[in-house]
């Protein structure tokens, strides 16, 4: 090569490598893969948020509709059935039945074997994210630190009585996977502060960072900031559910006259108003503690590289189907507010119908990081609902409530007949599957009536089409779909499943799915 070509590729390289380090700080951000700040509440429904139409019309969540304006909000999320199974799915992408070795010792206390039951953090950090968990813990006494979490301050329970139901006040936290210790004021605002904290140290930083946020609130009992001790006062009563007492025809046996409420003198459900008024009150500092993370992001010039997921653990029914409680398999009971937030990645004010689970989430905050997941997990990739809300996905929906039990436990009970073992508080465990607007329900219990309602024409789930004559082909074929599509997640307990009772007329034998 001549003297004067060599000079001309020097001059090209030089003016090359200077266009690189002259980018705008936004360019590079893009090569950099995003912070995922991960806001997971308690026992929130998505009735609770104002953005949603089901809310009640005096709920105000400015914050939490701002956050939804400025992404894509999902109409239908099953995150889990109850807290520590949520939670569970949440951190390796499987269902209830793939929680191998997890076991309930002294409740709220678990077990775990990490060998067994790997949690994704620990992937995420050799794949070089900073990760960091804030707020409540609900599987014993091993949080991870070290293992999945860099930074860690965990509610986890432990230490009494006491601390296990310090929803609010009197918390006692472990930093870092220390001693615990007091964490001081109201336990939201403080989990707000320590993930502002957290935020604005991580301006700058060299590697993307993952937070998992897990707010306490709005378990019972509810207890709302001084702030917000007067909010709703003077709005209209909260209007009373049409099936808050039974009887209610074409539901199983066991739900047909279920209420854990009781009738005043003129037959309402006693002080069911204040009830519900002092649950919104409590949602109001999980309001202020999105503002102030969405604060944060901006102050500290992170918000456009900060993809931002808002969901809870389940939902909670007030009245609905006469409970007052998660654990059922129906909207009320377990659907929550499900929101992703990402600059220049999602399309702001976007609404998603199809129906997604907490299990989903997990594979999609892989995706969102182009992290390939170490072990296969139960739950669908999102993101071509982020990138096109009007798309849908492949396969339906699968949830599971097993009660206490996890892993292969499920099958070996089923296989002794131990039914009683998914009983809890007049409830049977159950599986579900939602198809479009279909959601089929199979309880894990000899001779129960299945399930099977049309959302869109009946979205209270009052009108129970398995008992319906001419429904039952479509109950067969998703009654068929929900067994191979638990076989295709490893769920070996369906081979179990007790037949389910047939409306008017005779048990299916067992095996007769």
């Known amino acids: 090569m001549g003297t004067a070509v060599k000079s001309k590729w020097l001059i090209l390289a030089f003016l090359v490598l200077t266009v690189l380090f002259c980018l705008p700080t936004s360019a590079a951000a ?6 995922i700040l991960f806001i997971f509440t308690d026992d929130q429904s998505c009735r609770t948020v104002s953005c949603y139409p089901e809310a009640r019309p005096w709920i105000k969540t400015p914050n939490i509709d701002a956050l939804a304006a400025s992404g894509m909000r999902f109409t239908s999320c099953y995150t889990g059935a109850w807290c520590q199974p949520s939670r569970a799915s949440v951190l390796t992408g499987l269902l209830q039945h793939g929680h191998d070795s997890l076991k309930v010792t002294n409740y709220p206390m678990a077990s775990y074997d990490p060998e067994r039951l790997r949690f994704f953090p620990s992937v995420f950090r050799k794949n070089g994210y900073e990760t960091a968990c804030i707020g409540k813990w609900h599987l014993g006494a091993d949080i991870g630190h070290g293992r999945d979490w860099d930074y860690s301050v965990i509610w986890d329970r432990g230490g009494g009585r006491r601390n296990a139901s310090a929803y609010y006040e009197h918390t006692l936290v472990r930093t870092n996977g220390g001693q615990r210790h007091p964490l001081g004021g ?111 992001l901006e102050e500290s010039g992170q918000r456009e590289n900060t993809v931002i997921v808002f969901t809870s653990d389940q939902g909670y029914a007030w009245g609905q189907h006469g409970m007052r409680e998660k654990w059922a398999a129906y909207d009320a009971n377990i659907c929550a507010p499900l929101i992703f937030s990402a600059p220049g990645r999602i399309q702001p004010a976007t609404v998603c119908t199809e129906a997604v689970s907490g299990v989903d989430l997990t594979r999609t905050i892989h995706a969102i990081a182009a992290i390939e997941p170490a072990w296969k997990m139960h739950g669908r990739d999102l993101t071509g609902l982020l990138n096109n809300p009007q798309s849908s996905l492949s396969e339906p929906m699968l949830m599971i409530n097993t009660t206490y039990q ?64 001419d ?26 499943l007790p037949g389910p009772k047939k409306h008017g007329g005779s048990p299916r034998k067992p095996g007769k799915y």
Not at 233 to 240: G, I
Request: proline share 7%.
């Open 186 to 296: 109201y336990s939201t605002d403080r989990y707000t502060e320590l993930s502002v904290n957290y935020i604005k140290t991580q301006a700058g930083a060299h590697k993307p960072w993952f937070l998992w946020l897990c707010y306490a609130g709005v378990h019972a009992p509810y207890t709302p900031a001084d702030r917000h001790a007067d909010f709703y006062a003077e709005t209209p009563s909260a209007s009373v559910p049409a099936d808050i007492f039974g009887p209610r025809p074409g539901k199983p046996d066991h739900l047909k006259n279920l209420t854990r409420w009781k009738k005043d003198q003129h037959g309402d459900p006693v002080e069911y108003d204040s009830a519900v008024k002092k649950y919104h009150r409590a949602v109001r500092s999980l309001d202020d503690g999105v503002g102030a993370l969405v604060g944060a």
């Open 471 to 496: 429904c039952q082909e479509k109950l067969a074929e998703l009654r068929e779909q929900t067994v191979a599509e638990f076989r295709k997640k490893g769920g070996g307990f369906i081979d179990f």
């Open 30 to 35: 893009d090569t950099q893969p995003p912070n």
């Open 406 to 469: 996890y892993g292969d436990r499920v099958s070996q009970a089923l296989q002794k007949k131990n039914f009683e073992i998914f009983k809890r508080n007049g409830l049977t465990a159950w599986i579900m599957m939602r198809n479009g607007p279909y959601k089929y329900i199979r309880h894990l219990d000899e001779y129960v009536l299945e399930e099977l309602y049309d959302l869109e024409s009946d979205p209270e789930e009052l009108d129970n089409l398995a008992t319906h004559p």
